[in-house]
């Protein structure tokens, strides 16, 4: 097996070259998440032949710098696994890290996607909505324009908002209720899986994440804390109160996400965009809003390699340097 591992800050998701294999784990590492413990696990459990990595993780506040957050996830794969690791950064894969060239890693996972995909499906913009942030990629023949996250950021081609994680204070100014605006108190009250729980967007074991509250992860607990953003409560809301928050939380989102594809789609005159990620369905409906060709990857891959898509690219990626492996891959449908 070809194993592809890819640390985030929150999540560490796993996948095999094959598309056999796939699997998330919430590791917030600026918590000092047991991330060596469930690398070890994972090397005893599947044995792989090699291993592929990308990251995110580097950017947790746990660290000081990128340079030491890449040295330390680099340090703790290199001794969970006992086959051969492979890292990935903008200029390919590695087999070794060193401070110098450590920023090469950092957040290079969008790379891998975009490499992959050029590969199987060809020029097109990859929007990956994860739990945290969107990745809007131009796959292209040609060298791409923003490489670390602040270069991104500037371009346009990672937005700050995701599935899960995003706090309504940052995705929403006001909302609109009992026939005025009201203002969202900046505080730590509720976050976007609530707004997509609440409307069964998602099921409870897709929320991820902590609450805000340390509360359920039910959908009264999912409308409490929507309340909660107003400074209010169910007995004063209600339901229907609660329920008005979030879909006005996601229809911002969306159009927040909408605009940024259409940017990028009008820089590079590229109609097509593939849509990835948990947030798949999002980025969907924002390109219905945009007016811009949209194929789901997991109508590609399946759903499952779709939520976990950097990782299953670094593996694919790696098994071209495994013959037998990659025979294996291409013979594989991804059911």
Known sequence: MILGVDIGGANTKAASSDGRFSEIRYLPLWKKAPLSEHLEELSTRLEPDAVGVVMTGELADCFECRRDGVLFIASEVERAFECPVHFWGLSGFHRSVSREMALDLAAANWSASAALLLKD???????????????????????????????????????????????????????????????????????????????????????????????????????????????????????????????????????????????????????????????????????????????????IYTERLSDVFPAFAVARLLSERYPMSQVRAENCEYE
Do not use: W
């Open 121 to 299: 499906v060809g020029s097109c913009i990859l929007a990956d909505m994860g739990s945290t942030t969107t990745d809007i990629i131009p796959v292209m023949d040609r060298p791409l324009s923003g490489c670390t996250d602040l270069e991104r950021l500037l371009r346009g081609e990672l937005l700050y908002t995701g599935l899960l994680r995003t706090n309504l204070a940052a995705l929403l100014p006001g909302v609109e209720l009992f026939g005025g605006s009201v203002p969202l108190s900046s505080e730590l009250f509720s976050i976007t899986a609530d707004v997509y729980l609440a409307l069964g967007d998602i099921e409870p074991d897709a929320y991820t994440c902590e609450t805000p509250d340390g509360g359920p992860k039910s959908l009264k607990g999912a409308l409490r804390r929507l309340a909660r953003t107003v400074c209010s409560d169910l007995d004063e809301l209600g339901e229907d109160g609660a329920l008005s928050i979030a879909a006005q939380a996601k229809s911002r989102q969306i159009s927040i996400v909408s605009t940024g594809i259409s940017r990028i789609a009008e820089r590079h005159k590229i109609r097509r965009v593939v849509a990835a990620g948990v947030g798949e369905f999002i980025v969907e409906d924002a390109c219905e809003r945009a007016g811009l060709e949209c194929i789901r990857l997991s109508e």
